[in-house]
């Protein structure tokens, strides 16, 4: 497609149209769990594009304005993008393209290179409109892929023909996988021109105006066509014997004692621990069972992610770092009811799911997961409906009424289920665990009680911001004390998603996190660039403010533990790489590497009731269990050296899954012996 020789006539009630003969506006809503969040503008002219991204969900999203020039075969020239991004930090990006040099300048890196072909400019701070851009480029050049700037190749694979609206609004429709950016694949819809219709996925949906009503079909062909490619590497990469399989010369970690064992053999068959013997006892190699050599190596159970938001792609991440349960705290409904039989059955890769159920209260920052309700008595329906489809707990989001959450915890209670949750906008967590809660989610939301006003809003990036109060925060104080002794008394839990916390607080421009950087190299360039990033506005005062901050969140935690209030490990993530790096954070803040572990394994699984067979390696329990190539207990960071990983009936090579999903491995898998 020639952006410079376009001549379409459109129809004006789809919001694209042609407003001079050689000129194009195109318009798309951005739409999450049914709500329109935002939008995009692209008016085109003469192979340049002037584009605004807006989008305002739960009070966060990208805001910025971008000029893009192409040449005739639609590869970028002129880029320049400013605004916000997703926190509000300033975005700056630059790009050019002179002959045969290219310079460009974003948040996380300034270069220049000399190429003599046709390759892609990728973004730092891009919207979703241009992906379209590139796979236009893509299908102009006759090709499957392109190279990418600074580095990498994009690829572009057809997937299939879809026909969407009615009567007049009839479109027909092509389906592409656009991959290599970044960790997940994007999804297109193109027009027989080649244009660009929608990029979509099971949570959020980028559409073509006017056509707002197909969001939840989109959300459905999203979840279709990443569930067939999910199915295929599931079958690639789940390794499973019938006749059992048997891992050898390991050091099994116990987090009843913290301590690591002698060298043991472990005998797996029909997806539980058969048998646990002393290597000096094992029979050499021999018979039907499938023989693996850990080489020494430090077997430890499943970890968990206490705070996780499942998707289809997320399951291989998970397995691949060693997580094999998880705690969904927020999605869409249907969509997670429809993915946990699917990884029960071993259709699917992905860890267990323990699923909480959604709960938001309706305001202009409303989060967009599981129900928003508009009164008290549609929230105790809700959370009727939750119990009724097999959810363990309820979760409480920024904007409920925090005048409703007696009756909601009352309720959640009799049916058996236990309430977590932010804290809602105007109060602390003081009158919530009085109210009912049973756990807190996130350590800033409960360390806001101790920074803010009750005037103050924390339904906005506030509950972010105001985190550089704490740099002199006194934990001594009797506010701090009252509220770790309700904690206490109460038996109240906390999940911290401390790297989150660090991640948005401490992620600077140009500089590679120190949570990223045991990692870093090894992913696809696209994430590597957006991980160098900061996410907040940031001065010398404020710098300096954010980091003396996180220190106090890491001293909080160590009191918490210290006062045996009890922590969950999570990460608001997907990837697998955030809940080792939470690991790390723990034992940084003066926790024991043994605990650590312990918390992260039996902790969890005992919190979820389920210690009776998982939680420990044992004869009888499941087979549950990560193959280190390391000691953790000397360096907590050897649980990044995964092997093999183990879950029920099947067991994966993590540098299998790397390679699949494009990352260079970090481990060889163990020998197999016959």
Known sequence: MRLNTLGLVVIAAC???????????????????????????????????????????????????????????????????????????????????QQQAVKWTSQADTGELHVSSPALYIANDGDPWLLGRYASAILQSGQQQLPTLPAGNAYLTKLRSVTLGEGQQQIALQAYMLSGLSLSPSLLLLDEQQQLFAVFSAQEVNVRKGYEAEATTLQQLASTLESERMRQLQQQLAHRFTAGWRLDNVHLFSPETGTRSDLVSITVSNGKIAAITPMAQTAKVGGELAVYDGEGGTVIPGLHDMHSHSTLSSGLWYLAAGVTNTRDMGNDNQFLLDLIPQIDAGELAGPRITRNGFLEGRSPYSARDGFVVNSQAEALAKVRWYKEHGYWQIKIYNSMNPEWVPAIAKEAHRLGMSVTGHIPAFTDADHMIAAGYNEITHINQLMLGWLLTPDEDTRTPLRLTAMTRAATLDLSSAKVQHTLKLMQQGNIGIDPTAVILERLMLSRAGEIAAGDQAYLSHMPIGYQRYRQRSFVTLTPELDNAYRAAFDKILAVLKLMHDDHIRIFPGTDDTTGFTLLRELELYVKAGISPAEVLSLATLGCAQYLGNDDRLGSVAIGKQADFVLLADDPLKDISAVRTTRLVAKDQQFYFPSEIYQALGVTPFSQPPKKQQ
Request: negative net charge; without cysteine.
């Open 15 to 97: 919001g694209y149209y042609a407003h001079t003969a050689m000129a194009q506006l195109e318009q798309f809503s951005v739409i999450a769990n049914g709500e329109n969040v935002g939008y995009i503008t692209a008016d085109t002219e003469q192979g340049h594009s002037y584009v605004t991204y807006y989008v305002d969900n739960n009070g966060r999203g990208p805001k910025h304005k971008a000029r893009l020039s192409v040449n005739a075969q639609g590869i970028p020239q002129q880029l320049s993008i400013k605004g916000t991004s997703l926190m509000g930090g300033e975005v700056a990006e630059s790009f050019s393209w």
